[in-house]
């Protein structure tokens, strides 16, 4: 059997590699390699209650004593369970991608995301027992979850001594997670907040919103004259912007901006901080000019996170807007990202625009090239060839990054050049290659 944990999880669609079955064996493993008491949130996809009763089925038939969070976003679990003394946490939710897909992660009883061995272990026990029959199990609610993990957010603002009174905000909540938590805690600070998509809607979350799709928020922001727009997936684990003139703030501009923030403010532990391999060019020589170190993770805030723990630092993310405040989270947390940002606007008195000059973004291409297998990829001649050739065309540069997608069947070609054509150029280039060999 393939590795059944991939970056963030297990993932698949519901019903198909996501059935029941699987779910309940996941959480017989939980119980049996991370504890018996254990709190399960999730998004509002309409697979959700199918998986969360197999969880719980699957959590008592192993003697655990499971507790529904109920519709929150993933760095709220992870939070609670930290918190109020659980072993497990465990977030049903696929994140970003369609409403048809599922997906279940797991953190220990401290809020962080399993390692990889303890994954190894999880499926060695599935593999032995999936498929065997349980009884129906209960579980017992946890009251006012949502409200116990927006006034945790809430401190970012509080603690600096600023508000966000006078400020106009839009939201794209991606009819997910943070339907309930991040209006109503913008609004609590002082914020005037328009919401998109700001009902849980399981079946048109992610679908054309949120952030991986910032057009209707950026029509929001200019239609009502908003200072800032934010965007959240579907777990609210990330969260992209946008500033006034429509110019994207992902998680590149947020890291540079909230580093060089904790580095005047002496808050930068360790001079520090933590990015993955997708992270723009333009990000490491704004922190080489800000003085600041930085750490290269591979993609995965798992693994961003990891190098955190290992190397004392205080901010670490990603380009995608899984951004990690150490201080704070103990996983990305997309609405104490906006909150940071925020925070930096109001204290500072600039604007979205203003703070973005820290960093110049090099032009960058990014094709996603379904395939049929996804190991097919490695020790293809055909596919290595372009890439050489790729590389000593960018020279120094420019780069070329070429990996498998950890949570989907794709293959992300990513280049950056001095100029968007050359990156469009080489990249769907390359791409065209990767279709040739293993396309789907």
């Not at 309940?24 to 709190?39: C, H, P, S, T």
């Not at 703030?249 to 993955?276: H, M, P, Q, Y």
């Not at 955190?308 to 995608?320: C, I, K, W, Y």
């Not at 001649?381 to 794709?410: F, K, Q, W, Y």
Request: charged residues 25%.
């Amino acid at each position: 059997m393939a590795r059944l944990f991939g970056t963030d999880g297990v993932r698949g669609v519901a019903g198909e590699e996501l059935d029941r079955d699987l779910a309940v064996a996941l959480g017989r493993a939980a119980v049996r390699k991370i504890g018996k008491r254990i709190f399960i949130g999730r998004d509002s996809r309409e697979s959700g209650p199918m998986i969360e009763q197999a969880l719980i089925d699957g959590i008592c038939a192993e003697g655990g004593q499971p507790a529904i969070v109920g519709i929150v976003p993933t760095p709220a679990v992870a939070l609670i369970t930290r918190e109020m003394g659980a072993n497990c946490g465990i977030v049903i939710s696929a994140s970003h991608n369609p409403p048809e897909y599922n997906g279940i992660k797991f953190f220990d009883g401290e809020g962080y995301k399993l390692p990889d061995a303890v994954e190894d272990e999880m499926q060695a026990i599935v593999e032995e027992i999936r498929g065997e029959q349980v009884e129906t199990g209960q579980a017992r609610p946890v009251p006012n979850a949502a409200l116990y993990y927006a006034n945790h957010a809430a401190a970012v603002l509080q603690e600096r001594g600023v508000d966000l009174s006078g400020m106009k905000i839009a939201v794209d909540c991606a009819h997910g997670a943070s339907c309930e938590t991040t209006p109503a805690t913008l609004r609590a600070l002082g914020a005037e907040v328009f919401v998109i998509n700001g009902d849980p809607d399981g079946s048109e979350i992610n679908v054309g919103c949120g952030s991986t799709h910032l057009e209707p928020v950026k029509f929001l922001m200019e239609s009502r004259g908003a200072d800032i727009a934010i965007a959240h997936d579907g777990d609210a684990d990330r969260m992209l912007a946008l500033a006034p003139d429509g110019t994207v703030i992902d998680g590149d501009f947020l890291l540079a901006i909230c580093a060089k923030d904790l580095k005047e403010r002496g808050l930068l532990d360790n001079n520090l901080v933590v990015s993955t391999v997708m992270a723009n060019l333009g990000f490491q020589l704004a922190m080489k000019r800000e003085g600041i170190d930085v750490i290269t993770t591979k993609v995965g805030d798992r693994y961003v996170l990891e190098a955190m723990r290992e190397h004392g630092a205080v901010l670490g993310g990603e380009q995608s807007g899984h951004i990690i405040f150490g201080k704070r989270n103990t996983t990305g947390d997309g609405l104490v990202s906006a909150l940071e940002l925020l925070g930096v606007i109001a204290a500072s008195g600039k604007t979205a625009t203003e703070l973005m000059s820290v960093m110049e973004k090099f032009p960058q291409a990014l094709v996603n090239v379904r395939v049929t297998d996804r190991t097919l990829y490695d020790g293809n001649e055909a596919i290595a060839a372009v890439e050489a050739a790729a590389e000593a065309e960018l020279g120094d540069g420019g780069r070329l990054l070429v990996r498998p997608s950890g949570t989907e069947p794709l293959i992300r070609v990513m280049v950056e050049a001095h100029t968007q054509q050359q990156a469009d150029e080489i990249a769907n280039r390359v791409a065209d290659v990767v279709i040739e060999q293993i396309g789907a």
